[in-house]
């Protein structure tokens, strides 16, 4: 079956470091890969996307690219802010007809950024 | 504006009551879900639908219950069968396969 992975939390960084979250993923075929970002109490929010291999997904300062040959879709940010602090979910949707249409998460992982 | 919109956003009950979590979307997505997230913990889903009244068991359904009357709507029945009901409550929808799912804030139910 489908699975992600991504790193253990908490993750705590300084204001202003570099950050990586990184996910890796077991699916069959060429799925859709996301991040959605959690803040406390509040449902989850597509943060970005990629739908093919070498896709690079952006929003707000946060890249991920569409790795097939490592099968991985890693989150980066070159400088960190407090707001950014949250939890942060990878996730997988198979594509064509064999996926029953669901999507896979990772655990999450907790970002805390410190000034 | 379109959106999944889940009330109320909190929710106490006494213990061995039946209770019943809204969920309504406005985006004319065909498939809607129902996960349960404990503190520190990750999503794990509970009930689905792909189509009007059908619905498919997840990983978690024991104790909870779901109807698809309408393709607005998926209440989920967490019933006195759940034996640790207390927790956060996501409805999500989407449309078609490879897309990205839509979430509402929540629902958090206590159980005292």
């Known amino acids: 079956g489908n699975s992600v992975t991504q790193m253990e939390g908490p993750v705590t960084l300084s204001e202003e470091a570099f950050l990586t979250i990184n996910c890796t993923y077991t699916?069959?075929?060429?799925?859709?890969l996301f991040w959605y970002v959690q803040y406390p109490g509040e449902g989850l929010q597509l943060l970005l996307k990629?739908?093919?291999?070498?896709d690079k997904g952006s929003n707000k300062g946060f890249e991920a690219t569409y790795r097939k040959e490592t099968t991985s879709f890693h989150l980066e940010k070159g400088s960190v802010q407090v707001s950014d602090s949250a939890v942060y979910f990878c996730?997988?949707?198979?594509?064509?007809?064999?996926?029953?249409?669901?999507?896979?998460f990772g655990t999450g992982t907790q970002l805390k950024v410190e000034l | 504006d379109g959106g999944i919109t889940q009330s109320p956003k909190y929710l106490f009950r006494k213990e061995g009551q039946n209770v019943t979590l809204s969920c309504e979307q406005n985006?004319?997505?065909?498939?809607m879900y129902w996960y349960r997230q404990d503190p520190g913990q990750g999503l794990r889903l509970i009930y689905y639908?792909?189509?009007?009244?059908?619905?498919q068991k997840g990983d978690i359904a024991e104790g909870y219950s779901v109807s698809r009357e309408k393709k607005e709507s998926f209440p989920l029945t967490v019933t006195s069968a759940q034996k640790n009901p207390t927790a956060f409550y996501l409805c999500?929808?989407?449309?078609?396969?490879?897309?990205?799912?839509?979430f509402g804030q929540g629902t958090r139910l206590t159980v005292v």
């Open positions: 985006l004319n997505h065909d498939a």
């Open positions: 699916a069959t075929g060429y799925p859709s």
């Open positions: 996730a997988l949707s198979p594509t064509g007809t064999g996926g029953g249409n669901k999507l896979t």
């Open positions: 639908s792909q189509i009007v009244n059908d619905f």
């Open positions: 990629a739908t093919k291999a070498d």
């Open positions: 999500a929808s989407k449309q078609g396969s490879g897309t990205e799912a839509f």
